[in-house]
């Protein structure tokens, strides 16, 4: 299985990604690609609590992305993965679709323990 450092140098990777950063449910930090990555935990966390209640309440299936577009040509995707939350800052310049099955791929990946 990767560790946090090998995940998150695979999704920066990724075209349309412009950074990242891993954080566990409670905030922690465990990696990053990604200048201030403190500007970006508290709405991982919050935005990952709500996902969970929407769940939980309305009977949803599993929440793969919260999507949050931002000034300019980017957006924030938070992804839930097991007792973590993956961020990711990304380009509207390149095709969204190709980007989050990638990321899917990955997180896939991470989550099966497959090479």
């Known amino acids: 299985m990767a560790t946090a450092k090998d995940f998150i140098a695979r999704v920066s990777k990724v075209a349309g990604v412009a950074g990242c950063l891993l954080i566990k449910q409670d905030?922690?930090?465990v990696g990053r690609a990604i200048e201030d990555p403190e500007n970006y935990t508290i709405l991982m966390q919050?935005?990952?609590?709500?996902?969970?209640?929407?769940?939980?309440?309305?009977g949803a299936s599993n929440c793969r992305c919260v999507n949050f577009g931002c000034l300019g040509e980017s957006h924030f995707l938070v992804f839930p993965i097991d007792h973590?939350?993956?961020g990711v800052?990304?380009?509207?310049?390149?095709?969204?679709?190709?980007?989050?099955?990638?990321?899917?791929?990955?997180?896939?990946?991470?989550?099966?323990?497959?090479?």
Do not use: C, F, W
């Open 27 to 29: 905030g922690t930090l």
């Open 46 to 58: 919050i935005s990952g609590s709500l996902s969970h209640d929407i769940q939980e309440h309305i």
């Open 84 to 86: 973590y939350l993956l």
């Open 89 to 115: 800052v990304a380009s509207s310049k390149e095709d969204q679709a190709n980007m989050l099955d990638e990321i899917y791929r990955l997180i896939g990946r991470v989550t099966t323990g497959q090479p």
